[in-house]
């Protein structure tokens, strides 16, 4: 099972003016096993760690990877990342009770049914979320 | 300024002890400040990656970092981290699924002393990419960029973005056996300029590749590329094939190629002496030993680092350019003489910006000069002349005083050491006055039109040999014993 790092710093009021000019709030951005010790700084209110029942390693990585972009620069291709992070979570998606609690228990890892993790997920490839 | 520091260390184990577990994971918090504006809170970041149970998983992406060449950020091997001049996976690997490694776009970022591992299968992938971000300067040092996938047409290093300066020092470039690197290294703008020194490129279609825009390429070797230098054969290189300018068709003696251990047991092919081009940091080989006599490839001090001896965190610290530019900045602010270091460092740049012309002359007639010094004379001319001479036609490179001064004492403390001839008692004034005699006898050697060859480059030699020694002399009767030990 894996667990999921989550960039967890809300976009200020101007959606257009984000705190982070590459990273977006639920933003995917690092995958470790269940179970493993994150750093001391890899929490509220930089981060939620939250784990995904059923999902291994291996397939999660696959949301970790950054969004490319081609692209072709005096004739010579090569691909450069448009973002950092291509998947990010839509927060609302995710059970909020669960979630809360993160921010009154130490280190507490919300767990996410597949389904649940599946409805929440966003591709910025496809231009919804990007 | 401040300089915080963070610890990463992947994998995530039990009871381990960091701040993040990837470096992106650093990156995106800000390493912990307001924001990723390190010039507005006047703080550098350097992030230490130690050994853990596993490799980084994350893209490194440096894209929304604002820096300058004093606030910048430093990602190094640190400790367990650092590996040993050859491929370790119990060392700091960045091993991304996919993209590339390390994408590099804030001023002066450095990457050092890693192991970069592209094992994706992104098309174009790299190893090094420069961003989107024009003019800025980046730094790659000692790292050992690996392809072990099978990903088509990558490249380890691809600088292609306009006005950027890409220096990579001490790197080993290769693509693991039947996995070979379409591009060691390239650059592909016409405003971009690749400084590749001291690098071993290995299994590579094109080693090093200049298709566009400014490459310089010194001491690098190539070996098992198709094509190991194309576009420029640069200059004291050494290639396996007949495209290095210098050594053509070599038989390097590495340690263990087929196992990834690119260590030279004898290196009998001379280079340039890369600290007097440009800030390349201290001279530290791809294991970390401080390098005297400058060789050809990444280990040009041949052979493994002994057991117990890999430099030292002192030297660490001082191959980061934040500390080089604290130790500048110092330097500055401290000079109380009659004549500032500022003040010496402008006179010396103006003497430099004048020699350079009547000595490219000079030089470019030295092989119809017909001399009479001794043979050690004309070494001590030739070396100092070839060094002020290259710095002269690097000073507009820099962006501030600071970098300048940095680089031009590393400069002088290399042709001072080298010639060991400095005068602690000279004066402000007797400084000042070298440094005009310097200028007036070049100029009066040009203009003479006389001879050139005989009465003005001798005299414009034995002036810059003067320059150096008085400007070593003034550097350390500023008590500024400190910046010297770090440019050492």
Known sequence: MAELLLYFKPAEVDPTAPNDPVRRFGDIVHVLPDGSQWGRQECLDDFLVIRVEGLACEEAWQYAGPLLRETLVAGLPGVEIAAPSRYTLDMAALDYDDVALAYVSDWHV????????????????????? | MAEITKTIKPGGTPGSDCDYTSISAALAANCGLASKDLVSQTTSVTLNCVAGTGVDTSNVNTTGWTCDSTYNLTIRGYD???????????????????????????????????ILDLQNTTSYGCGVKIGATSNLTHYVRRCIIRKSGTGANQRGVDAATAGNVVLLEHCVVYGQSGKALTYGALVGQNSCTLRVYNTTLHNCNTGLWAYSGYAHFYNCLGANCATCFSGNGGTNCASTDATATTYKNITPSFADAANEDFHVGTNSWSGTN??????AGVALDIDGQTVTTWLVGADSVPGAAPSGSSYSDSLAESASSSDAQSASVSLSASASEAMSISDALAAVLSALDGLAEPVAASESASASLSVTASA??????????????GAALSVSEFGSVSDALGWSLAAVATISESHAATDSSSSAAAFLGAVAEASGAGDAAVSSGTSPQESGQREYHAACVVIVNEFMAKAIFAEERRAVAVIH
């Open chain 2, 80 to 114: 367990t981290g650092k590996h040993a001049g050859k491929y370790d996976a119990s060392k700091y690997v960045i091993r991304p699924a996919s993209g590339n490694v390390v994408s590099l776009d804030a001023a002066y970022d450095v990457v050092e002393d890693l």
């Open chain 2, 274 to 279: 890369i600290t007097t081009l440009s800030p």
């Open chain 2, 376 to 389: 050690a004379e004309d070494a001590l001319i030739a070396d100092s002349c070839s060094a002020l001479s």
């Open chain 1, 110 to 130: 919300p767990v996410v049914s597949p389904v649940e993790f599946l409805a929440a997920l966003k591709d910025k490839a496809d231009g919804r979320n990007n």
